[in-house]
């Protein structure tokens, strides 16, 4: 569905001289800002839906506030100023059935799942009077599930805790780049596989290059053989020069 689509609003976009401001899709819904003027807007939808008969999109359409998955964007226009802002979406099917505390399970894996939706509803809420909001309406669904209050409460409270003194851990913590990083990019192929892995395992990188400066990777007859088998290329030589730039971190082979 993900490559379906994504062929589809590549070549619809190709047709068009107007495009949304700000366009994002994940699988099949998509979130668009729109610049010029709802006539425009409509217009555009209709070509969208005409452009493959099989595919048809329901839109939601507001100057104010939209909902896309589990996140409502909203205006906010404080000081004159307008911003995008955001808060929790709880959709019409979501009962938040979570873990029942009377479950066979250890103690410690209810406080977790407890932390982690409200480390979500953290994430996903400009303001904290909507983390707030957001809480009690979970809260209120687990009582239900026999969560006492205090226990909620506490939890809440360490998270809070926790992020007031700067101690918790980020969700995605971003990987340090260094000079050592050598990308290898590959076009699909069903023998990339095999080619990657004997890259990895067999190329043996002879001297590190500055910017422009060019390096020689040695390839073994293996390695040879795999390339010229599922590349179509023909080497004759056991070397190939590398070019790798320590700016970004980009490489290119000749």
């Known amino acids: 569905a993900n490559f379906f689509i994504a062929v589809i609003e590549q070549g619809f976009f190709l047709t068009r001289t107007t495009i949304p401001l700000f366009y994002k899709r994940y699988l099949d819904d998509i979130f668009m800002l729109w610049s010029d003027g709802l006539p425009s807007l409509d217009e555009f939808i209709s070509a969208f839906n005409g452009y493959c008969p099989s595919i048809k999109f329901k839109q939601s359409i507001d100057s ?37 505390k009377h479950s066979f399970h250890p103690k410690h894996t209810f406080a977790g799942i407890v932390r982690s939706q409200i480390y979500r509803y953290y994430r996903l809420s400009s303001s904290i009077d909507d983390f707030h909001s957001t809480t009690s309406i979970l809260f209120k669904a687990l ?53 990657v892995s004997s890259f990895i395992r067999e190329l043996k990188l002879l001297n590190s290059p500055d910017c422009g400066v060019p390096g020689f990777l040695q390839l073994t007859d293996r390695t040879r053989m795999l390339l010229v088998t599922n590349f179509e290329a023909s080497f004759h030589t056991r070397y190939l020069l590398l070019f790798l730039c320590k700016f970004c971190y980009l490489a290119c082979f000749d």
């Open 143 to 195: 009582r239900r599930q026999h969560y006492s209050e205090r226990f909620l409460l506490l939890v809440k409270e360490r998270f809070m805790r926790d992020i007031a003194s700067g101690t918790l851990v980020p969700a995605c913590p971003k990987p340090q780049v260094t000079d050592q990083i050598l990308p290898l990019v590959f076009t699909f192929h069903l023998g990339s596989n095999s080619v």
């Open 64 to 100: 104010s506030s939209v909902d896309f998955l589990d996140v409502t964007v909203f205006k906010h226009t404080p000081l004159a100023q307008t911003l995008l802002c955001t808060k929790v979406h709880f959709k019409v099917t979501n009962t938040l059935q979570l873990l029942h």
